[in-house]
Nanobody
Framework: QVQLVESGGGLVQPGGSLRLSCTAS????????MGWYRQAPGKQRDLVAT???????NYADSVKGRFTISRDDAKNTVYLQMNSLGPEDTALYYC??????????????????WGQGTQVTVSS
């Protein structure tokens, strides 16, 4: 069983900052790409940022220069540092990871896992 658990969401004023964390736990053999998506009410889930196992990053245009994704492989954790937040960043933020579970160790088969989501609200 593999789980992703997010933390760090909350209410912040416009211009403020938050740091989201997501830790993968369970029977994990290997973790590949990790990332963050978000979904605002009435909208589809959109990519925010991803980071490969080699450290290459990719960002949505709307967050470039404001958000930074990073990972700590020793802790199986991915972070999202969010600065200069605006009301348009209000959404439910989901962690994502491509993981080979222990039972599939030795293969290159990856499964996509999602966290339960953490709410970020930007409002004065």
């Amino acid at each position: 069983q593999v789980q992703l658990v997010e933390s760090g969401g909350g209410l912040v004023q416009p211009g403020g900052s938050l740091r989201l964390s997501c830790t993968a736990s369970g029977s994990i053999f290997s973790i590949y790409a990790m990332g963050w998506y978000r979904q605002a009410p009435g909208k589809q889930r959109d990519l925010v940022a991803t980071i490969t196992s080699g450290g290459s990053t990719n960002y949505a245009d709307s967050v470039k220069g404001r958000f930074t994704i990073s990972r700590d492989d020793a802790k199986n954790t991915v972070y999202l540092q969010m600065n200069s937040l605006g009301p348009e960043d209000t959404a439910l933020y989901y962690c994502y990871a491509e993981i080979t579970p222990t039972r599939m160790g030795g293969t290159r088969i990856k499964y996509a896992y999602w966290g339960q989501g953490t709410q970020v609200t930007v409002s004065s």
